[in-house]
């Protein structure tokens, strides 16, 4: 059994602050700061351009994405980290219509749903537009997504788990019924990497990516990750061909060919500072069992919902009620939501707000505990009964939510 009490120590977690945000932002791990100075005293300051070699910065993509790997139930070499979630997301999008393409090339629809991350679905466009092939993006409702999977469809790209409410798709079900139909599947796991056992192996999915300073800790701008099945990444052509993707990027070669394996998913300069923290933050998994972090964190959703619903009525759970179909956060609809999480924020407790009028709550079992649960409700709970919110000062908005 994975020992929470153990893992919280590892965080820095301020004073007063009860942190119900693990899923936009991780909190930072102790070891980070040494590592960060490490890495810019020691390798920086003193190797320079030597660290590339000689402080292993050039593989650090590829030893990352292995340790991501294996977290997800995926074998190594077949994900590697960089660039940023959309970034990935293109890229993966990219090699999944290229590979449907080849097998069926009248097939014109790329199907999504409603409840996907609005970037996920921008990129989408873009690269549609870009490619110029007669693609259309399609949107079906979360729940009616099996119904939609027929032979017109290239690609499914879903995101798992909804942003806003926690809703999760089975995605090995999905999978399954996509491949019966012969469309390429590419799944976003920003909310489900670190939140909720992953076994990309069996699920079978193409091609898949997320982020990294969700769930992982990995800091703010920490690069997310691609994973491509090994059976496609021989075929997969990247569609962002830079030139630490090539297969001898010092060559110089004025043709580009693509790296072997995953390595061809590299773009360009890795971001090194960022790197070293996100690999001081994985070092916090190593001790512990995904199946451990996911019935934990099932256990304080469910306290937290019920606290909620006896003490503050007035909010409306927005989350699927049953557990086996939600993420590892709860959200409730209160219609004045922005206005009140700002309020609850100022109380000491930290979530967010989602449009029109989500409040979003996560339970992160690796530093967050009964007691903070408990402690965490009974404010949100008051601040919303008591109006604090209706003060003028919380009724702007923020450019961050
Ligand atoms: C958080 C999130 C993103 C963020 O993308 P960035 O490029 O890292 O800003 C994208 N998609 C989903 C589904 C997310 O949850």
Same mark, same amino acid.
């Given at each position: 059994m994975t020992d929470f009490s153990r893992t919280k120590k590892m965080f820095h977690l301020p004073e007063n602050m009860i942190y119900l945000d693990g899923n936009s932002l991780g909190p930072l791990p102790?070891?980070?700061?040494?590592?960060?100075?490490? *890495?810019?005293?020691?390798?920086?300051?003193?190797?320079?351009?030597?660290?590339?070699?000689?402080?292993?910065?050039?593989?650090?993509?590829?030893?990352?994405?292995?340790?991501?790997?294996?977290?997800?139930?995926?074998?190594?070499?077949? =994900?590697?980290?960089?660039d940023t979630l959309s970034i990935k997301v293109y890229q993966a999008l990219a090699s999944a219509i290229d590979l449907a393409y080849e097998r069926d090339a009248e097939r014109k629809v790329i199907l999504s749903d409603t409840g996907n991350f609005p970037t996920d679905l921008y990129m989408a466009n873009g690269l549609i537009n870009t490619i110029d092939r007669n693609l259309e993006l399609t949107l079906a409702e979360p729940d009616e997504i099996l119904h939609h999977l027929d032979e017109s469809i290239a690609v499914l790209m879903l995101t798992q788990i909804d942003y806003r409410t926690g809703r999760m798709h089975d995605m090995e079900k999905i999978t399954r019924l996509a491949h019966e139909k012969g469309i390429v599947t590419v799944w976003d796991l920003a909310h489900s990497a670190g939140? =909720?056992?992953?076994?990309?192996? *069996?699920?079978?999915?193409?091609?898949? =990516?997320?982020?990294?300073?969700?769930?992982?800790?990995g800091g703010p701008g920490s690069p997310a990750f691609i994973y491509v099945a090994p059976k496609h990444i021989e075929n997969t052509?990247?569609?962002?061909?830079?030139?630490?993707?090539?297969?001898?990027?010092?060559?110089?070669?004025?043709?580009?060919?693509a790296g072997p394996a995953i390595e061809r998913m590299r773009v360009g300069t890795p971001p090194i500072l960022q790197c070293a923290v996100l690999d001081v933050a994985l070092d916090i998994w190593d001790g512990v069992d995904i199946e451990d972090v996911r019935s934990k964190s099932i256990e304080l959703s469910e306290l937290f919902i019920r606290l909620i619903e006896q003490q503050c009525p007035q909010m409306t759970l927005a989350s699927p009620r049953d557990p086996k179909i939600r993420g590892s956060q709860v959200s409730f609809s209160f219609p004045d939501g922005y206005a009140a999480m700002r309020a609850v924020i100022d109380q000491g407790v930290i979530g967010d707000f989602r449009a029109p009028d989500i409040m979003r709550f996560a339970l992160t079992p690796l530093f967050i505990d009964e007691s903070d649960v408990t402690k965490a409700a009974k404010i949100i709970s008051e601040t919303v009964k008591s109006g604090l919110w209706k003060q003028a000062k919380y009724q702007s908005r923020n450019a961050v939510t």
């Open positions: 102790l070891n980070a700061l040494n590592r960060l100075e490490k *890495t810019v005293r020691d390798e920086w300051g003193e190797l320079l351009i030597k660290g590339w070699n000689e402080a292993n910065w050039f593989s650090m993509p590829t030893t990352i994405g292995d340790r991501i790997a294996k977290m997800l139930g995926a074998p190594p070499s077949s =994900v590697i980290i960089g939140a =909720v056992p992953i076994d990309l192996s *069996t699920t079978k999915a193409d091609f898949a =990516v997320g982020c990294t300073y969700k769930y992982l800790n052509n990247p569609a962002l061909s830079g030139w630490l993707g090539h297969d001898a990027p010092f060559d110089f070669d004025l043709e580009y060919k």
